[in-house]
C-alpha cells in the first residue's frame, strides 16, 4: 500500500506563490525533499500533515481517499517538527511527554517511553530542565523526541539538523537513520549529502513545482 498517493495537489497562500505537486507517490520508509530557499518545501510538508489543505485530484493517505471529515484523525497519526524548536513553558520531560499524556497512556508508560527516547537523543540529562533553561541544540532533540514518541505513522522533519553542530548532528542523523526502520520519514534538507545519506529517495523542489 502507498503511503500518499497525490495526483494534482495545489494549495496558494495568495496569488504570489502556489504549490503545485503533479504527482507524489512514496511506499514506506525514508525520502527526503531538497530546494532552493522558498520553493514550498515547508508548505509541502505542511499539507502532507494535513495542516494546509489545498484543492486536489487524488490524495490518498494509506489507502484512504483525504477529506474534509477525516483531516482531525490524520493529523492525530502523523507529526510535523517545525524547522525552529517550539517548547511549552515547562519541563523537558513535560515537554515530550505531551504527546503521550492526551493519548491517555498511563504514568508508567509515559515514564518509560520518554526515558527511552531521551536515551535515543542523548538528551536524558536534562529532563527536569525548564525548556528555557536548555540550549538550541537540546531543544531541536526535545521537538524531535516529542514527534516520535508517540510513533506516529509518519513524521515530517523540517531542517532536522540546520543550526547544529557536527556532534548533535551526526547525533539526529543517527537517530533518524534508526529510527526510520519502523517509522516512516520524510526530510526537508538544504545538505544534499544528509538526504542521500539518511533517504532511499530525495525529491527536488522548485518554484512550488515538484522533480524526481
Ligand atoms: N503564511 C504565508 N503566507 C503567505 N506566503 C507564505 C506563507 N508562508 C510561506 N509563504 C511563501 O510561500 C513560498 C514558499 O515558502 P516555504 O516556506 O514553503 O519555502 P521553503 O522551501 O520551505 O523555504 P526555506 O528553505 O527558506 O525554509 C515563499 O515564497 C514564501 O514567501
Known amino acids: 500500500?502507498?503511503?500518499?498517493?497525490?495526483?494534482?495537489?495545489?494549495?496558494?497562500?495568495?496569488?504570489?506563490?502556489?504549490?503545485?505537486?503533479?504527482?507524489f507517490e512514496i511506499e514506506n520508509g525514508i525520502v527526503g525533499i531538497t530546494g532552493p530557499s522558498g520553493s514550498g518545501k515547508t508548505t509541502f510538508l505542511l499539507n502532507l500533515a494535513f495542516l494546509y489543505t489545498g484543492r486536489w485530484k487524488i490524495f490518498r493517505f494509506m489507502g484512504e481517499d483525504v477529506s474534509n471529515?477525516?483531516?482531525?484523525?490524520?493529523r492525530k497519526i502523523v507529526t510535523y517538527v517545525p524547522q525552529h524548536p517550539v517548547l511549552f513553558r515547562?519541563?523537558?520531560?513535560?515537554?515530550?511527554?505531551?504527546?503521550?499524556?492526551?493519548?491517555?497512556?498511563?504514568?508508567?508508560?509515559?515514564?518509560?517511553?520518554?526515558?527511552?527516547?531521551?536515551?535515543?537523543?542523548?538528551?536524558?540529562?536534562?529532563?527536569?530542565?525548564?525548556?528555557?533553561?536548555i540550549s538550541g541544540g537540546q531543544a531541536k532533540r526535545v521537538c524531535i523526541a516529542r514527534g516520535?514518541?508517540?510513533?506516529?505513522?509518519?513524521?515530517?522533519?523540517?531542517?532536522?539538523?540546520?543550526?547544529?553542530?557536527?556532534?548533535?548532528k551526526q547525533m539526529v542523523e543517527n537517530?533518524?537513520?534508526?529510527?526510520?526502520?519502523?517509522?516512516?520519514i520524510i526530510v526537508v534538507s538544504h545538505d544534499k549529502?544528509?538526504?542521500?545519506?539518511?533517504?532511499?529517495?530525495?525529491f527536488f523542489l522548485e518554484n512550488g513545482r515538484l522533480y524526481f
Not at 471529515?69 to 490524520?74: A, F, I, K, N, P
Not at 510513533?151 to 548533535?168: G, Q, W, Y
Open 1 to 23: 500500500m502507498m503511503l500518499y498517493e497525490i495526483d494534482g495537489l495545489s494549495f496558494s497562500y495568495d496569488s504570489k506563490f502556489t504549490l503545485y505537486i503533479e504527482k
Open 69 to 74: 471529515e477525516g483531516l482531525q484523525r490524520l
Open 90 to 133: 515547562k519541563s523537558v520531560f513535560d515537554n515530550i511527554a505531551y504527546p503521550l499524556k492526551i493519548r491517555q497512556l498511563s504514568d508508567e508508560q509515559i515514564k518509560e517511553k520518554v526515558c527511552k527516547i531521551a536515551e535515543q537523543l542523548f538528551i536524558q540529562d536534562i529532563l527536569e530542565k525548564k525548556a528555557w533553561q
Open 148 to 168: 516520535f514518541v508517540f510513533e506516529p505513522k509518519v513524521v515530517l522533519l523540517d531542517e532536522p539538523t540546520s543550526d547544529l553542530d557536527d556532534t548533535n
Open 175 to 184: 537517530f533518524v537513520l534508526k529510527t526510520s526502520e519502523k517509522t516512516n
Open 193 to 202: 549529502e544528509q538526504l542521500s545519506r539518511l533517504c532511499e529517495r530525495v
